[in-house]
């Protein structure tokens, strides 16, 4: 069935970027290593996924391919988080400012949540993943909010780890948004606290991140849990998301366990 055409926000910003050559497909993750025994392990680890065009152009392949191998990394760090008993994981996926990119671009994505939460909405199921959607859904495409609905709903009584998806999402969005929530529901301004303002958050109910791990070599949060992520330890990895695996998580949670946590104190 044809796609309807491409909707962009009123306040998207404009096309950018080029798309490349094709090429051989992606390449296999690395290995996973143990973890030592007793790590402290982060109640909530957020990721910023970034690197899938640089790791396509490095491998002489579309950028959508680049795309692709990021979504087959996303299975492993996923399984294995499952395996470390992290109890939270918010993935982001697709950023406000993504829609510079060009149509074919963001249209594959799109196509690319689908194919994978449709494709992996049993796995989900089985190992009690629960999936939660953060960011303006109303903005997506019809099948692509259909698809990312279904698997609301199928993953919904999972218990072992919450995964947040941050797609069409950007963290002064998120506060513009929770502003006017709070705004609507009438609460007078002296009421107004920390509190108040996390709670009309889209992560409203889930810990804040402890580990906030950025692939990819940039060192920025890139409008992404800017709230949230106050308190947040930061691991920064030169890895591409593609090529990051479960071993290379293994090193960001190691990392994490010897930091000193004080708040300020």
Known sequence: MARAPLVRPTDAPPTAHRETASGPGPEATVPQEPLDAGADVPRHVAIIMDGNRRWARAHGVPELDGHAAGVEAVR????????????????????????????????????????????????????????RLLGRLDELPEATRRSLGEALAATADGERLQLSIAFNYAGRTEIVDAVRAIVRSGIPADAIDESTVSGALYTAGQPD?????????????????????????????????????????????????????????
Do not use: C
């Not at 593609?242 to 949670?253: H, K």
């Open 76 to 131: 492993g760090i996923l399984t294995h988080a499952v395996r470390r008993g992290i109890p939270a994981l918010t993935l982001y996926a697709f950023s406000r400012e993504n829609w510079a990119r060009t149509d074919a671009e963001v249209e594959g994505l799109f196509g690319l949540l689908e194919m994978a939460i449709r494709d992996e909405t049993a796995e989900l199921r089985a190992q009690g993943v629960r999936v």
């Open 209 to 265: 991140p402890d580990l906030v791990i950025r692939t990819g070599g940039e060192h920025r949060l890139s409008n992404f849990l800017i709230w949230q992520s106050a308190y947040a330890e930061l691991v920064l990895t030169e890895t591409l998301w593609p090529d990051f695996g479960p071993a290379e998580l293994d090193e960001a949670l190691a990392e994490y366990a010897l930091r000193s946590r004080r708040f300020g104190r």
